[in-house]
T-cell receptor, first 114, second 118 residues
Framework: AQSVAQPEDQVNVAEGNPLTVKCTYS??????LFWYVQYPNRGLQFLLKYITGDNLVKGSYGFEAEFNKSQTSFHLKKPSALVSDSALYFC????????????FGKGTTLSVSS | GAVVSQHPSWVICKSGTSVKIECRSL??????MFWYRQFPKQSLMLMAT?????????EQGVEKDKFLINHASLTLSTLTVTSAHPEDSSFYICSARSSDRGGNTEAFFGQGTRLTVV
């Protein structure tokens, strides 16, 4: 069975500092990994994905994530946080078959203080 | 990116009535759509996978007779919460992935529907 773990309920950083939101996964075979962001009472916005290729994936709004197969991790990073980055972040995984759904982690609330 | 429109954004209904939520892919065709439910400050829980022209596949523990899903076209899936009760109050989100771009594309999400049953 596929699963995703986000070990932190909340991450607090000061504006301008680097941020990391952690994600580990468990899946049989090669994973498709995703990060989404959710603002209050809104749907999810796609940030980035890892399918294959370079382990470092760059996405929207300056975010990037590094796929680490040996550690089964896919941590989300940004070199310099903005207050507007404050939101709920979800890591997700799915199998390679086209019709399979995303399985989400529990989410991590990112709070960036000015 | 592709656009998924979900309607209504919020709805309040009386206990015992039914509510229909629509999910449309506006600029792409989606053979498969997904319905999720989200409780406050919690993750998205997959309810069902909706396949165009066939019956939906429900996750374990989801009542198929209560949450009716219809996927009549490649751009529209509907979720009907029948005989709603206060415990059905939640945030419902649909998702769709383009069927003509292969299996490695990201899913796009509707803006969600806040259902409150009183």
């Amino acid at each position: 069975a596929q699963s995703v773990a986000q070990p932190e309920d909340q991450v607090n950083v000061a504006e301008g500092n680097p941020l990391t939101v952690k994600c580990t996964y468990s899946v049989s075979g090669n994973p498709y990994l995703f990060w989404y962001v959710q603002y209050p009472n809104r749907g999810l916005q796609f940030l980035l994905k890892y399918i294959t290729g370079d382990n470092l994936v760059k996405g929207s709004y300056g975010f990037e994530a590094e796929f680490n197969k040996s550690q089964t991790s896919f941590h989300l990073k940004k070199p310099s946080a903005l207050v507007s980055d404050s939101a709920l972040y979800f890591c997700a995984v799915r199998g390679i078959q086209a019709g399979t759904a995303l399985i989400f982690g529990k989410g991590t609330t990112l709070s960036v203080s000015s | 990116g592709a656009v998924v429109s979900q309607h209504p954004s919020w709805v309040i209904c009386k206990s015992g009535t039914s509510v229909k939520i629509e999910c449309r892919s506006l600029d792409f065709q989606a053979t498969t759509m997904f319905w999720y439910r989200q409780f406050p400050k919690q993750s998205l829980m997959l309810m069902a996978t909706s396949n165009e022209g066939s019956k939906a596949t429900y996750e374990q523990g989801v009542e198929k007779d209560k949450f009716l899903i219809n996927h009549a076209s490649l751009t529209l899936s509907t979720l009907t919460v029948t005989s709603a009760h206060p415990e059905d109050s939640s945030f419902y989100i649909c998702s769709a992935r383009s069927s003509d771009r292969g299996g490695n594309t990201e899913a796009f999400f509707g803006q969600g529907t806040r259902l409150t049953v009183v």
